[in-house]
């Protein structure tokens, strides 16, 4: 019933709905477009400022050539007459003046003559051009500032070039120049040479003058004509750039003009959001009336059951629903949950009974065969006497020790997760005087304590089985032991034996062999093969570990 009647209420808001979208999208596409209009108009708005700032250079430096005073046979004069020019102009610091071979004659800031400029892109530009060129981003030479380099060829009456006189545009004074020409607070400018290299940007100029524009844009520093577009800017703001690229700029300049999408969309959000509040407001009165017709006698016994299962799951076993067959079709579900629930209690307590004897015996066998270890210990040492060496009686100890340090970690099921390498080392010290002619390598490999136990059991077998019949049976063979673990958590595990007896494969299966291939918990996905050269027994085991082969260092890593 309750859910009739919300299926209702959905029915007679769809139409609203529907409508309130159609008029959403329809004013979206136009605002869209508007905005894009708005980008382009910026950009070409920033190009031709731009434009104006190089044609007042481009007449700065006519006039200075024409200057009588700036002339190589005269540096000191010329020095004098161009720091009068420079200080007059606050775009620029410094006007030199330079030969066709490309050293430097004189300039405003009176520095020693000949210095070489001939490696600058501009000065050969300048002179094959008949007009004032625009050179790249460079660092200037003379100041140690950036600058947007303008070079003009000064000829004489003949129309030979005589010299070339330079200047640059402060690139700080450009950037605040087009930034206070119409770049709005969350608006975005970006004027770049025709290497890609940014000149002036807003916002963070700090930042992206004299950095490269990213390739994924490079492409719009060459573009065929004007454009806009959506992107994301390198300060992680989406915005709609209008852009002007070097062939349609001035003198092959690469200009773009950006507006944020939340400033643009501002007020259509404001209008969207306030739509949905009254949809939502007329939702929310709909569905009261069926949401209240139906807590009753829908959700309040539904809740009910979700309640107790869930305290259930948290430890509070007692907890019951209470409901009757006779009270409704939920209340019937609701007993039928209660009797489940006592059932599983039941199992539960079973389980519990079952494995607190399990472990009470796992610990008395391992107590007494402990116990019987150390009595054979004991007996082996009033046995020998002084018949055997203190040193072979000393070995013999210690494989007693060591065999009763593998049996805890064969008998205990509640070992705390360990290292591939301790479990190796744990379960071969009863093989202590044959370590030298054992070799293990690899990465430290966090495992659980299941995993652990199965490994455990695994080398117990495969040394025991090597001490018998392979390479520690005599006194020259190796055993080698490596392992690794790839980025997915897999681990490649590798026994190999050589130099022992020639291996003979067995005729059947034996428990051994079928303890090494089920010995791994079927989660661990395990993958063996076991191979019988004639010059030593070869087993690669592979097996995930997930998570927890983790190392120490790794998990912080991922946990950061």
């Not at 629903?321 to 039941?346: F, I, K, P």
Request: aromatic share 4%; proline share 4%.
């Amino acid at each position: 019933m309750k859910k009739r009647l919300f299926l209702l209420a959905t029915a007679a808001l769809a139409p609203g709905v529907a409508l309130l979208a159609i008029n959403e999208l329809t004013y979206r596409a136009e605002r869209e477009r508007e905005v894009h209009r708005l980008a382009q108009q910026a950009s070409r708005q920033a190009a031709f400022e731009l434009e104006r700032i190089i044609e007042g250079m481009d007449g700065l430096l006519i006039a200075v050539a024409a200057n009588a005073a700036v002339s190589r046979d005269d540096p000191a004069g010329c020095s004098r007459a161009l720091a009068a020019v420079a200080a007059s102009v606050p775009s620029i610091r410094v006007i030199s003046l330079m030969s066709v071979e490309g050293s430097v004659i004189c300039d405003s800031m009176g520095s020693p003559a000949g210095q070489d400029l001939s490696d600058r892109s501009y000065l050969r530009d300048a002179l094959l051009a008949d007009r004032t060129v625009v050179g790249e981003y460079t660092q200037s030479r003379i100041t140690g500032t950036p600058v947007l380099p303008l070079a003009r060829a000064v000829r004489d009456g003949k129309g030979e070039v005589r010299a070339v006189l330079a200047t640059g545009i402060r690139l700080d004074w450009l950037g605040e120049r087009l930034r206070e020409r119409g770049v709005t607070p969350s608006g975005a400018l970006t004027v770049a040479d025709r290497n890609g290299v940014i000149l002036a940007r807003h916002p963070a100029p700090e930042r992206f003058v004299g950095t490269r524009i990213p390739e994924a844009f490079q492409h719009l520093v060459r573009a065929p004509q004007p454009g806009s577009l959506d992107l994301v800017s390198q300060d992680g703001e989406a915005r709609i750039v209008g852009y002007q690229p070097i062939g349609a700029a001035p003198q092959a300049l690469y200009v773009s003009a950006g507006l944020a999408r939340s400033q643009a969309f501002a007020a259509l959000n404001r209008s969207s959001l306030m739509g949905a509040i009254i949809v939502g407001l007329g939702a929310v009165l709909a569905f009261a009336a069926a949401w209240f017709v139906g807590n009753a006698f829908v959700r309040r016994p539904i809740m009910k059951i979700n309640e107790v299962l869930t305290a259930w799951r948290n430890g509070e076993s007692h907890r019951r629903t209470g409901m009757r067959v006779s009270q409704g079709e939920l209340e019937s579900v609701g007993h039928a949950v209660d009797d489940m629930l006592d059932e599983l209690t039941r199992r539960d307590e079973a389980a519990t009974r079952a494995r607190e004897q399990r472990d009470l015996l796992t610990g008395e066998l391992g107590h007494r065969v402990k116990n019987l270890l150390t009595v054979l210990q004991a007996i082996a040492r009033q046995t020998f006497g002084t018949y055997v060496d203190a040193e072979r009686s000393r070995i013999f100890s210690d494989r007693v020790v060591a065999l009763s340090s593998a049996l805890d970690v064969l008998l205990s099921d509640e070992q705390r997760e360990s290292s591939i390498a301790e479990v190796v080392a744990t379960t071969l010290r009863p093989h202590v005087d044959r370590m030298s002619r054992i070799r293990t390598s690899g990465p430290p490999v966090r495992l659980e304590s299941k995993t652990a136990l199965a490994l455990s059991m695994i080398v117990h077998e495969l040394s025991t089985n090597a001490l018998k019949y392979g390479a520690l049976r005599d006194e020259v063979g190796m055993v080698t032991i490596e392992w690794n673990r790839d980025e997915d958590g897999r681990v490649e595990f590798v026994w190999q034996e050589a130099g022992g007896p020639p291996v003979v494969p067995p005729e059947r299966q034996g428990f051994g062999s079928r303890l090494i291939r089920h010995a791994l918990p079927a989660e661990c996905d395990p993958h063996i093969e076991i191979d019988f050269r004639p010059e030593g027994v070869v087993m690669q085991l592979s097996f995930d570990t997930g998570r927890s082969g983790l190392s120490g260092q790794q998990q912080a890593a991922a946990a950061g």
